[in-house]
């Protein structure tokens, strides 16, 4: 499953169809103070644009070169939540208290909008290495036994 | 108003074609319909956010890995013969829904202002969250800031898949 497929219309097509859909995942994650949307939504997307291109391309293909990347990234999401929520103990307040963000400047509902930017972020990062790690690991099956095989 | 009810018969329908077709792949894109309509459900329903992470999940995320795992495992549904339902679970069945039907008529009314989920916490977000986290959509703001708890656990809930995914699948893969 996770060989390059072969046919020019399939390959041609996904290399309009996946930037566009990584921009509207970008897009769904920042705008999502703004209208329906979010980290969680935004990072699915991202998941599904790069499982797309593990499917068209490969995984060690070079027009892949993000997807073999993003697998190190196991837990990068989780550590930006909680980071957020330990500056917050280190500003001196609750843990994930958007108010002790200590960030010079900004008024209390301004460091709210930042920690809110801020963990939608890490929940995007977490929800896409998942969903991208989860493809991976149910079509490496057949790898395993065609290395084993051949 | 008008399309809720077909909407219903067509998710209802969708739902028991799923479980009944033989083809698993067919019955994966009718479960992905299922989804689809969900998601028109709750967009009608006034739920923008719900409807968005049902049509991106269910009818998206959820058909892929679905169709991934049926790609290492059977395409059919190997069982030649369902035995027919007992007459215990046709009658208990039935019982169960009439008592869910009997108890849904003492819900209150969609968008009753009354109701206790529109006057216990809900107005203080409505009217405090634009002033105090500058963020225009309330479901974002109670998710990431009033509730940030709760996503930070169901995050952890993401990632334990993912590792426990990689745990029980992957063979001495890089």
Redesign the interface.
Known sequence: ?IQAHDSVIVRTLGRIVIPVAQLFGIY?LVF??????????GG??L??SM?LAILIFGRDAPDSWLVPKVLHG??L??LI??GV?GLCLIGGGQ??N?SHLEIPGLD???R??V??LM??F??AA??A???V????????????EEATHG | MTFELPLLIFLVMTAAGAILVKDLISSVFILGTYSFTLALVWALLGAVDVAFVEAVVGAGLATVFFLLTLFSTLEKDTRLRRSPMPWTAMVGLSIVAILLLYGAADLPAFGDPGSPASTHISPFYLENSVGQTRTPNVVTAILMDYRSLDTLVETIVIFTAGIACALILRKGDS
């Open positions: 499953m769904v999502g103070q703004h209208g329906p949307g979010g980290g969680f939504v699915v997307i998941a599904a499982i196991d837990g999401g989780l939540f909680v929520g843990f994930l958007y209390d509902a301004s709210h909008y920690g809110i963990t939608q890490g929940v977490d929800v290495v998942t969903g790690s989860i493809a991976v690991s149910l079509s490496a099956d057949d790898e395993d």
